[in-house]
Nanobody
Framework: QVQLVESGGGLVQAGESLRLSCAAP????????MGWYRQVPGKQRELVAT???????NYADSVKGRFTISRDNAKNTVHLQMNSLKPEDTAVYYC???????????WGQGTQVTVSS
């Protein structure tokens, strides 16, 4: 079973930073569109940041200017640098890989990010 493995979550205070990482199998990383989503209890999972099929990036309005998605092709890893964290960023963050030719998306197990005020 394909696994996306996230790491880097934790508990921080408002204004601090965290860096999330997601390691993917090469077969997925090389042809999938990689991104990050988040979810809080009782709400739908929402897009945080993703690469686009044309090589660009897309961010949720709520994180623009604070979060940066990047990738390390040599390590098949995608990162999410989160700066100036706010309590409303508290959520479980999930790594995602998708391709329109696939029958389904691939998801990581999620990593908890908690921002205290």
């Amino acid at each position: 079973q394909v696994q996306l493995v996230e790491s880097g979550g934790g508990l921080v205070q408002a204004g601090e930073s965290l860096r999330l990482s997601c390691a993917a199998p090469g077969s997925i990383f090389s042809i999938g569109t990689m991104g990050w989503y988040r979810q809080v209890p009782g709400k739908q999972r929402e897009l945080v940041a993703t690469f686009t099929t044309d090589g660009g990036t897309n961010y949720a309005d709520s994180v623009k200017g604070r979060f940066t998605i990047s990738r390390d092709n040599a390590k098949n890893t995608v990162h999410l640098q989160m700066n100036s964290l706010k309590p409303e960023d508290t959520a479980v963050y999930y790594c995602n890989a998708n391709n329109k030719r696939w029958s389904h998306d691939y998801w990581g197990q999620g990593t908890q990010v908690t921002v205290s005020s």
